[in-house]
């Protein structure tokens, strides 16, 4: 897990962070597709994520696990360079 221009996910370590669409909300955030982990309009930390799925039924999802809920847009930060 060592890569410039990725940033792993400082809740489990164990996946790189990427960019999602929320699809129905309409919202960008960044997961962690292995912990679901997500953040939306804050940057990434430790100790501010929220789970996915919760955070989706709090917006009235009430599938969050559907495969068109999100799609991924790219690693976390956006590629550059
Ligand atoms: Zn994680």
Known sequence: MNDPNKVACPRCGQDWLRIV?????????VLCQECDALWAGRPPRNDNFEDYETYMRRHF????ANRDEYEVVGFYPASGS
């Open 21 to 29: 669409r929320l699809n129905y909300l309409e919202q960008t955030a």
């Open 61 to 64: 999802r009430a599938n969050p």
